[in-house]
Every structure is written in C-alpha cells, then in structure tokens.
C-alpha cells in the first residue's frame, strides 16, 4: 500500500511547540501513520516508517499528545493516586513508593488529595476517569459505612473503560486490595507493652467508623487486656497531629496517673500529644509512655523516639502499583509485614 504524506512545503514558525503534522510531514509519512507510531496504538507499521517517524520526533522534539495516547491505547500512562493528606508523612512515603513503581514501569502518577470527603472523593475521580488512567490507587482511610452508590457508579465507569482499580484497605468490593493488618499489628504492640509492666491505658483516636482507626483501636484494647491491663480509656477525634494535641489535653484535664500508657493511633496523633504533655508540665517516658503506629521517620527523631509499630509504607505504595499494572499480580506477603519497635518513649515498669 502506497503511503500518503503530508504536505512537505510549509515551515513551522520558530518557537512553537511541533504538532503531529509537523512530525509527519518532516518523516514524510502520513498523519494516521505518525499518530499510530508515537501514540501507542496496536496497529502494525513497517519498521522503515517507524524509524522515520521517531527521528523526525527527535529532530524536532515533539512531545506526544496524553489524550491522544489514551484514545489510541484505551488508557493513557497515567497512575492515579487518592490520598487523603499529601502533608500526612503517612500518605507521603506511600505515594513515593507509588511513584517508584511507576517510574519502573514508564507511567506517570497524579496525585489527588480527597481531604476525607467523600462528596470531594467523587468529584475527583470523575475528573480523573476523563485522563483514561491504566489504575486508579484508592489509599484514603475507608470508612465502616461502605462505598456510596456515587462513588461507586464512578469506579464502575472507570473500571469499563479499562482502568484498574486498587484498594489500600476493606472498603471497596470487587477490586484488587492490599491490607496492611492493622488489628494484628496494634494487638502485638499492646501486648508487647503490657509485658513490660503497663496496666493503664488511653487511646487516642479518630472519629468511630474510620477503619483504620477502629481496627487499631480494637487491636490494641485487646493486646494490653489480655496481657492484664485495664480496659483502655478512648477519646476520639481525627489523624492530624492538632488532634493528637487536643484530645491529649482533654485527657490530662481529666487526670493521668504517672505509669499511664498513650497509645496515639498514628505516629502523628503521638507526636501532638508528646506536645500536649510538655506544656502540662509532665514527661514523656517514665511519667506518661507514649506510643504510636506507622514508624515515620520523625518518630525516630523526637526525644525520648517513639515505641511504634513498623509499618514498610513506602514497599506498601510499590506494591499497591504493582497491583495496578500486574495483571498476573498476587500480594507480596513481605511487603506488607508489620513489626514492634520498642524505643525510649515508653521504658519498663
């Protein structure tokens, strides 16, 4: 089959970026051949025009048109990440751990912050579903509640035209899902601590009905009952660190016996109160012990470091990638493994 070029006699104007035609007319091709070339599309073209097409693309430093990709592809190299605080340290290794993979695999993460709303939640995956991602990683908590009928019916859309979707955590029926065992690993750290002499207790953690929170609640009361503490005492408000500071001083008004264990369901919320017990006076250690979950780097650099449980955020997030690209992909059990780090915030009774 003859090939039709486009037109060779027309120059492009300096200083405006090269379009698709500019590409096919500089390889002498036509334009459907230079688009299936450099937009990805399955249809077969002679390995001589191909070489054309990429070294007119060279020469004139074209760069390819996403939205195009995506309608030659089905879906475009983009990842689409959900988080809901990019300030979180915890969402932020997990992303970079996304974008790792990515960049190993030659995708392109896009990040969106859903702030735990699920109304926000819905409009941004309806506005990401328009990129033709290749997966979408949903890694904001989940809440008890389930996925509302409109999220839901967005997803479903999404997954029709060709896009994967992962999960981080139970929520979400009918897709991939990677689960960090956040009951085991707050059963463990509780345990571990009521080893080592604690009986008193207090929780600080989000609002009932968070996942997350609820799972790491029930986990850590069942740990430290079942070692011989006292049922713990819970108060409840959100992930940030000025909730950790809030509900800490509403605990302190309410009176803290020295030798009393905190328990912040976050690394973070542990670190507000570590603010909150300083400016009553009291000291973290031997007076009040304090502990967290998730082990981010800043837990290790405060004074005393911060018992934690370990878990490897940034080999979540990679793995969470994985299960958006891999289509033979089954969960790397490592990746996801939890571990008790016992530091100088919460020593023996």
Known sequence: MSETTVDAGRERPRGVAATLHDVAREAGVSLATASRVLNGS????????????????????????????????????????????????????????????????????????????????????????GQRPRGLILAASRTTGGTTPELQQELDALAASGGRIVALGRGIDDVRTVIIDNLAGARALASSLAGLGYRRAVILAAYAGMRTSDDRVAGFTEGFTSGGGEPPRVYRGGFTRDSGERLMHEALEDGIEPGTLVFGVNDVVAI??????????????????????????????????????????????????????????????????????????????
Do not use: C, M
Not at 86 to 95: E, K, L, M, T, W
Not at 277 to 289: E, K, L, N, Q, T
Not at 315 to 336: F, I, N, Q, S
């Open 272 to 349: 507000g109160a570590l603010a909150a017990i300083r400016a009553a006076g009291r000291s973290v250690g031997h007076d009040i012990a304090l502990a967290g979950f998730d082990d981010i780097p800043t837990g290790r650099d405060v004074t005393p470091a911060l018992t934690t449980v370990r878990v490897p955020l940034e080999a979540v997030g990679h793995e969470t990638l994985r299960a958006a690209v891999d289509a033979d992909w089954t969960v790397d059990p490592a990746a996801l493994e939890l571990s008790v780090e016992l530091r100088d915030s919460t020593p023996p009774r």
């Open 42 to 129: 399955t249809r077969k073209v002679a390995e001589s025009y191909r070489e054309r097409v990429e070294a007119a693309a060279a020469r004139l430093g074209y760069s390819a048109n996403l939205s195009a990709q995506a309608t030659a592809r089905g879906t475009s190299g983009i990842i689409a990440l959900l988080v809901a605080d990019i300030a979180d340290p915890y969402f932020g290794q997990i992303a970079s751990g996304v974008a790792r993979g990515a960049d190993e695999a030659g995708l392109i993460v896009t990040i969106a912050i859903t702030e735990r709303d699920p109304d926000r939640e819905v409009r941004l995956v309806r506005a990401l579903r």
